[in-house]
């Protein structure tokens, strides 16, 4: 079983939750995790990748 930590959970990839992750990354947040059940559907149309933030 592999156990690891972070900071902030957002749950759905929509425009919203790229948003928040984006604007908190843009803060110096680092410990995300984007949650999403399939392909995120925010703006970028292919999730964030980190060079994104």
Known sequence: MITATVGI?????G???ISAA???AR????DILLVE????RGSCKGGMT???L
């Open 15 to 17: 425009i919203t939750g």
């Open 9 to 13: 959970v957002i749950c759905g990839a």
């Open 22 to 24: 984006y604007y908190l």
């Open 27 to 30: 803060h110096g947040i680092s």
């Open 37 to 40: 059940k399939g392909t995120p």
């Open 50 to 52: 980190r060079e994104a």
